[in-house]
């Protein structure tokens, strides 16, 4: 991916990794504050260029996201990010309520960590 992006992410790897190379936001917080913070910058004209629900982990199952979006903000809001982020917070609080996110270890959570940033790292290479 050669457009200038902005990667905002709750997951520790993925701020350490990329904060040399993108403007990374750091939300401390779980995956729902992630997606209304990328809400809060679609609504501002930034469009959404990797899907935040992108693996076939359930949004339940693991405590990390990292999407990109981009750095430039347009004056017209993206409809499809608007869409792409609303659908991607039903769907998340849908299997929250329904399934709670498991205590995971601390090995299991790097693991999280690393397959979240390895799948955000090959979409912008």
């Given at each position: 991916m050669k457009e200038p992006?902005?990667?905002i992410t709750n997951n520790p790897m993925s701020k350490e990794r990329f904060s040399e190379a993108f403007v990374v936001e750091y939300i401390e917080g779980n995956v729902i504050e992630v997606f209304n913070?990328?809400?809060d910058y679609v609504h501002k004209g930034h469009r959404i260029l990797t899907h935040p629900l992108m693996s076939s982990i359930k949004p339940n199952e693991t405590p990390y996201r990292t999407v990109a979006i981009s750095k430039k903000s347009e004056e017209i809001?993206?409809?499809n990010s608007v869409i792409l982020i609303e659908?991607?917070?039903?769907?998340t609080n849908k299997f929250l309520n329904d399934f709670s996110t498991p205590n995971w270890s601390d090995k299991i959570l790097l693991d999280f960590q690393l397959i979240d940033y390895d799948l955000i790292y090959h979409a912008l290479n």
């Open positions: 992006s902005i990667i913070r990328i809400r809001t993206d409809i659908n991607s917070i039903m769907t």
